[in-house]
Structures are given as C-alpha cells and as structure tokens.
C-alpha cells in the first residue's frame, strides 16, 4: 500500500428516512481521528464479530432467495473468495476464504486478538443480534453494501495510527470493501440493492454501535449524541415478533 487512505462520502440526505441513518451517520462521528494503533485493533476486533454476523445474515438472505443471481453473485464476493488474497501473514497468494476469516487471521497479530473481555463483548452481540427477526436480518444486507459500511469504513479510515502487521491488514480490508461496494454503480451495492429495507433493522446497526463503544471508550464520547432517537422507527411491513 502507498499510505493513501481511500475516503468514502455517502450521497444521502441531510434527513435521513429511517433512524438505522442516523445510527449510521453517529457512527461516523465518532473521534475515529483520536484512535491510536492499539484502538484501531480493539475497533477491528469488535469488526471481526460484526464480520460474523454479516455472513449469517446474508446466509439467511440466500436462503430466503435461492435463486436470486444477484444475491448468489453478492456471496460469491464476500465468502469463499480469493478477493483479498494475498496479505502478508493473513492469506496466502489464491487462498480463498470468507471475509471474517481475514479480519480473525489478522487480529493475531495483536493482543487484541485474544483479549478475554472483548471476545466476551463480541460473543455477547452475536447473541444478541441471532435475536433479531430473520426478514429483518436477511434485509440488513441492503443498508451494509449499499452505502452503510462504506461510510463506517471511510469513517474508520480517519484513524491516523496504522502501525502494525494487524493494523495495516484492517486498513487493507477497509480499502478494498470500499472499492468492492462501489465499483462505479457496478459494486456489491448494485446487488443487494433490491431488498427492502426498514426500521426493523435498527436493533442490528445499535448493537453495532454499542459493540464499538464498548471496544474503544474513547468513542463513546460522541455516539452518546446519537441514542436519542427524533422519531418513532418506521416499519414498511409488518413487524414479525420472536
């Protein structure tokens, strides 16, 4: 890498229709501009059991539409794939394999990786997140590749402490799913782009936030902002209770 930091400026509006925006958007005001190198691997490590959770969900959004090509080209991008490979230490020139399998490979490189507290944090949003409607969990892949994530990784991106195998490896992840959701309008955004998103997903991208709050306290000092919600969440179909 050259050490030039790919930056990511969602196009939306200043209103946001749904409240899971707003969540977004204090994610991306959160002081990721004051994270040191050991941070930016707490914050990667909370990323790892995001990772986790994304491949679930776009399992359950397969298996819902078994035969939308869009969605088997969606997975074809992020699991069982060559896509970031080779990275040093991580994946070996070819080696295919899903995109949480990355971000977990790199973490050995720092005691993030193994911290006992955070692992705890992370098993504990996997649990919670499992909760989750499955409609809405298959949805969710629409808000993450379609300008979500790419805005949070812009965000993280603003870090200005990279120094180290796991860190340099994360920033690598982060550049490249950038590019993979973008593409010019061709990207993995243009895939999952047709399934209908609503405030039922809210409770995914709060238990995100809170995950990374927990990870990185210094980042909490400005997602507090964001839990006052300005309205009642909107449902576009009816909410399916588990």
Known sequence: MDGTVVAFQPQRSSAPRFIFHSVIDGICRMAWDELDSDEVMRAAKAYY??????????????????????????????????????????????????????????????????????????????????????????????SYEDGGLSAVFGAMLRAPHWYGRGQRAFRFFLEEHIRFDSEDGAGHGSLSRHLTVDDRILPLWTAFRDLLTTAVPKLATVAAVTRREPRMPVFLRPLRLV
Request: with cysteine.
């Open 49 to 142: 059991y995001f990772s986790v959770q994304f491949r679930e969900n776009l399992e359950i959004a397969c298996a819902q539409n078994p035969a939308d090509p869009k969605l088997a080209e969606l997975w074809d991008g992020e699991c069982d794939t060559d896509n970031l490979s080779p990275w040093p230490g991580v994946a070996a020139p070819g080696e295919r394999m899903n995109h949480d399998e990355f971000m977990r490979r790199l973490l050995d490189f720092h005691p993030a990786g193994h911290d006992r507290r955070l692992s705890e944090a992370g098993l504990a949003y996997l649990e919670k997140t499992r909760q989750v409607d499955t409609d809405a969990r298959a949805a969710s892949i629409a």
